[in-house]
């Protein structure tokens, strides 16, 4: 059983997710960072593919990206990294990219690679449900991998519905309209639409995503999904803090509160 | 030959679709499901070709080059697009988009731009209609097509600049991308060429078919016969070009000869020739040929004209280009300025820096004779006299 199905077996709330981009600061800062996290405590951890064109992220994971792609990220180094952190790391990862990238890199050589580095799961936003059924959803199940798919307050129940029958790990809830890093605090609106998609009874877990940053979102979120998933707000931590370790303890330390 | 024609999933062949995040989902979906039946309406063909008729000033006239005709020794026809409202062939778009987004009961226009002419048509038919606008347009762009920036915001557009990347085409394009996400009830993206998620190749390849349409009719009046030998237009994204092949794409008598920017040379490092650089991708919702690293980062294209400096084409025309139906020809900055010049001092037409590439094409490929080609001559170009000066001073 992969990792993400594991943990969602043992512990059903308050799930940490934390996104960040690999090769940002620096580029050999992947291993430490997904280290400091696990070591912190953070449940599961996304480690974000750095891209030119991210269409789905705001400003503040676009600038990381660009900074990590600069630094010399590249994905051989990148699947490089993830072995290396594989020896001393258990927590499960996710890798979130576009699906250029994996196009680009070859979709098979992707999956090999991802398994050699025991990834346990894949966020890729712009992958329509339809050729991810037609074309890719046999290979990643046979991998072993967890997919996960996006929901927002404008999707269908019938397309929640089927994105819970195609996702498997956990379904990534878009707390609302917007890109990543746009807004902060939850409306009442946007408590409706949570208690909505609680109320269906979905197969997968539920994660809640974009303008989650601190302990009051983060415990609003909790409250009714598995957990949370946090990403402007760390990286723009690290862009502020001097060591990655001690800025991850201490914003892994202020979200849990 | 296989029929030409996009299927229901949006794909010309290989390429094609709707590559896009959850967050635009539901717009789209809304688009793909309704847009052939609201434009097939009745009342929307009215609408649509009353404007195109009488505020658009269509049909645009198909017109014999005789000088440039006895220059190159072959019969040379221009598709004046170059004389619809605003300057360029963008509007047919535009006034197509916009009847649907009125449809749709949208209130608030989106739309990127590089050279600033389907801007310019967006914030014509905006300020037709009485709907807020905002232009997303590259820094870079925004310096050096200034006469566009201004006409937009005359016509009460908000232009907001690009900052990210190149700050060109390519990146007003995920600026409006996330300006869509972030609104995604009340507004409408007008994107201005025959790329994006599916529908919208095929929606603006329809509203720009206008163009071949005409064409038939035109020739059969001036030659007897209502198809060219060669069709010959520039290609950014490839919407002028879509317009002017369209009626012919399943038509094997005609060339159609798609004109892209190489910039400073293909092998410069500073070029936009897709069909050359780029391999199959994903770029702005479609799956088509893009220019790209090995690790898939797309790659910062080069062109003196804004309006083809795009590392993408749309997936129709890599589909063409990829099967062979379409011919690519490459043409420097350099010889672009050059045909530009001859146009504007053979035949009294100073055309738009993109169009002028298409011109640059008659250098480069071989025809007989008795011959007849057609050249979407895009739009004018009044926008570019800054740097058409600069290269009659040197």
């Known amino acids: 059983m992969n990792r993400i199905k594991q943990l969602f077996q043992n512990k059903q709330e308050h799930i940490l997710n934390i996104y960040f981009t690999a090769g940002y600061p620096q580029k050999e800062d992947t291993v430490t960072i997904i280290k400091a996290l696990a070591a912190a405590g953070v449940d599961l951890i996304e480690v974000g593919m750095p891209y030119s064109d991210p269409l789905a992220d705001g400003p503040t994971i676009q600038e990381s990206g660009t900074q990590a792609l600069r630094n010399g990220l590249t994905m051989p180094l990148l699947f490089e990294q993830l072995r290396a952190a594989r020896q001393s790391v258990d927590i499960p990862l996710v890798l979130m990219g576009y699906f250029n990238q994996v196009l680009q890199y070859g979709f098979d050589r992707f999956l090999a690679d991802c398994l050699k580095a025991e990834i346990d799961g894949l966020i890729l936003p712009d992958l329509p449900l339809y050729e991810y059924e037609q074309h890719y959803q046999k290979k990643i199940e046979t991998a072993g991998l967890s997919m996960s798919f996006l929901i927002t307050p404008q999707t269908t129940d019938d397309r929640i519905k089927k994105v819970d029958e195609l996702s498997d790990g956990f379904i990534y809830m878009v707390s609302s309209a917007a890109i990543t890093g746009a807004k902060s605090g939850i409306s009442d609106q946007q408590i409706t639409y949570f208690e909505r998609i609680a109320a269906m009874d979905l197969h997968n877990p539920r994660l809640i995503g974009f303008g989650i940053s601190d302990h009051e979102t983060y415990a609003t979120a909790c409250k009714y999904a598995a957990g949370a998933i946090i990403g402007s707000a760390y990286i723009k931590a690290l862009a502020a803090g001097d060591d990655v370790t001690t800025t991850t303890n201490q914003f892994v330390a202020m979200v849990r509160g | ?394």
């Open chain 2, 1 to 394: 030959m296989k029929t030409i024609a996009v299927d229901e999933h949006g794909y010309y062949g290989d390429f094609g679709g709707a590559y896009i995040p959850e967050m635009l989902y539901p717009n789209v979906e809304e688009l793909r499901q309704t847009y052939l039946s609201m434009m097939q309406e009745e009342k929307f063909q009215r609408d649509f070709q009353h404007l195109l008729r009488d505020y658009v000033g269509r049909p645009t006239p198909l017109y014999l080059a005789k000088r440039l005709s006895e220059r190159y020794g072959v019969t040379i026809y221009l598709k004046r697009e170059d004389l619809n409202h605003t300057g360029a062939h963008k509007i047919n778009n535009t006034i197509g988009q916009i009847l649907l987004a009125q449809r749709l009961g949208k209130k608030r226009i989106i739309a990127e731009t590089g050279a600033g002419q389907h801007g310019v048509a967006t914030a014509t038919v905006c300020a037709l209609m009485g709907v807020e606008c905002i232009v997303y347009m590259g820094e870079v762009d925004i310096a050096r097509q200034a006469p566009n920036v201004a006409r937009m915001r005359m016509l009460g557009a908000e232009v907001r600049p690009a900052m990210s990347g190149s700050r060109t085409l390519k990146d007003a394009t995920n600026e409006a991308i996330r300006d869509w996400i972030n609104n995604p009830t009340d507004t409408h993206y007008i994107i201005g060429s025959v790329v994006g998620p599916h529908p919208y190749p095929d929606m603006v390849a329809r509203f720009q078919s206008v163009i071949s349409e005409e064409m038939r009719y035109q020739l059969e009046e001036h030659t007897g016969r209502d198809y060219p030998d060669a069709v010959i237009a520039c290609v950014g994204g490839g919407s002028n070009a879509a317009g002017a092949f369209y009626h012919y794409l399943n038509d094997e008598r005609v060339r159609l000869i798609a004109v892209e920017a190489a910039g400073l040379g293909i092998d410069s490092g500073e070029s936009a020739a897709t069909s050359v650089l780029g391999t199959e991708g994903v770029i702005h919702g479609s799956r088509t040929l893009l220019m790209q690293t090995e690790d898939g980062q797309i790659i910062e294209p080069y062109s003196i004209s804004a309006g083809l400096d795009y590392p993408g084409i749309g997936p129709m025309h890599a589909h063409l280009i990829k099967t062979g139906r379409a011919e690519a020809i490459h043409v420097t900055d350099e010889e672009a300025l050059k045909a530009a010049l001859d146009v504007s001092r053979t035949e009294g037409i100073i055309p738009a820096l993109e169009t002028a590439h298409a011109f640059s094409a008659l250098d480069k490929m071989k025809y007989n004779a008795d011959d007849v080609l057609v050249i979407c001559l895009s739009g004018r170009g009044d926008k570019d006299l800054d740097t058409y000066m600069k290269y009659l001073d040197r």
